[in-house]
């Protein structure tokens, strides 16, 4: 069975500081992506960032970057230079080669001005 | 831009009334989700469709039911909502094996 875990239901940052967002998930596949997602308050939920887990590279868009340890099954998301803008509810997802995603449970991230 | 969007942002319903959640893309993905997503339990799926008239159920497809007549449409039906039907429903559409695409969502209330 697929899972994926997000142990930190509420996280919070000082604006411009830098903050980093736990999950592991569970999976027997070899090959599958991993997503985190951003759900902004009453507003639509959209991809932050994805990574292939047969690349070794951490993937990077802008602020937004992974520690991805395909071993221990690990795929942090960080963010840096946090904004106001970043508040939101985060969740991260798995994907094996096939249709279904996996969501985790989400994390809630609160930016102090 | 992909579009997903979903017939009503808020809807208030009966126990016992029959409910239509109506989702519509437009980009022309094979592809189509419902998820239910409840504080605490994160986003689960409901159903999925990979093409017109087919569908596949998902981890909590109890109480529900699907239709997919026409490939950019994919619909939910609460055949008789009841009060634990009371959550947001998110409806996505994606091309393998790229990211969902997520509509806004609607946030049913069974009274």
């Known amino acids: 069975a697929q899972t994926v875990t997000q142990s930190q239901p509420e996280m919070s940052v000082q604006e411009a500081e830098t903050v980093t967002l736990s999950c592991t998930y569970d999976t027997s596949e070899s090959d599958y992506y991993l997503f985190w997602y951003k759900q902004p308050p009453s507003r639509q939920m959209i991809l932050v960032i994805r990574?292939?887990?047969?690349?070794?590279q951490n993937a990077t868009e802008n602020r937004f970057s992974v520690n991805f340890q395909k071993a221990a099954k690990s795929f942090s998301l960080k963010i840096s230079d946090s904004q106001l803008g970043d508040a939101a509810m985060y969740f991260c997802a798995q994907q094996p080669m096939g249709n279904q995603f996996y969501f985790g449970t989400g994390t809630s991230l609160t930016v102090i001005p | 831009d992909v579009k997903v969007t979903q017939s009503s942002r808020y809807l208030v319903k009966r126990t016992g009334e029959k409910v239509f959640l109506e989702c519509v893309q437009d980009?022309?993905?094979?592809?189509m989700f419902w998820y239910r997503q409840d504080p605490g339990l994160g986003l689960r799926l409901i159903y999925f469709s990979y093409d017109v008239k087919m569908k596949e159920k998902g981890d909590i497809p109890e109480g529900y039911s699907v239709s997919r007549e026409k490939k950019e449409r994919f619909s939910l039906i609460l055949e008789s909502a009841s009060t634990n039907q009371t959550s947001m429903y998110l409806c996505?559409?994606?091309?393998?094996?790229?990211?969902?695409?997520f509509g806004p969502g609607t946030r049913l209330t069974v009274l």
């Open positions: 990574q292939e887990a047969y690349k070794q």
């Open positions: 996505a559409s994606s091309r393998l094996p790229h990211r969902q695409f």
């Open positions: 980009m022309d993905h094979e592809n």
